[in-house]
Nanobody
Framework: VQLQASGGGLVQAGGSLSLSCVAS????????KAWSRQVPGKEREFVAA????????YYADSVKGRFTISRDNAKNTVYLQMNNLSPEDTAVYYC???????????????????WGQGTQVTVSS
């Protein structure tokens, strides 16, 4: 199984970016999906997660109201719409998939079974 993240880039503060993560190798429609980010020297931060059905979501306080996670199981894809970006959002963004998920474990790294390679998001001030 491979998760391929894309959509990162350079954007000015206040701008928007949309990330995508496509799974290949098998269908992960029954898996929860998540986006996390990491800055060198800092711990990974899970920013958003979504249950397999889309009925349950998690957002970090730092992105609530600005980021929206969604999924299209027919396309084996999860998305992260990021609006009103700030320089503090600069990081490498990773997608991940978990066979078992709940909001209580949404930020637990070991609960995720598959990881993408990451896409760089840089927000300039």
């Amino acid at each position: 199984v491979q998760l391929q993240a894309s959509g990162g880039g350079l954007v000015q503060a206040g701008g928007s970016l949309s990330l995508s993560c496509v799974a290949s190798g098998r269908t992960l429609g029954s898996y929860a999906k998540a986006w996390s980010r990491q800055v060198p020297g800092k711990e990974r931060e899970f920013v958003a997660a979504i249950s397999w059905s889309g009925g349950g979501t998690y957002y970090a306080d730092s992105v609530k109201g600005r980021f929206t996670i969604s999924r299209d199981n027919a396309k084996n894809t999860v998305y992260l719409q990021m609006n009103n970006l700030s320089p503090e959002d600069t990081a490498v963004y990773y997608c991940a998939a978990a066979a078992r998920w709940s909001r209580n474990t949404a930020t637990t790294e070991r609960e995720y079974d598959y990881w993408g390679q990451g896409t760089q998001v840089t927000v300039s001030s």
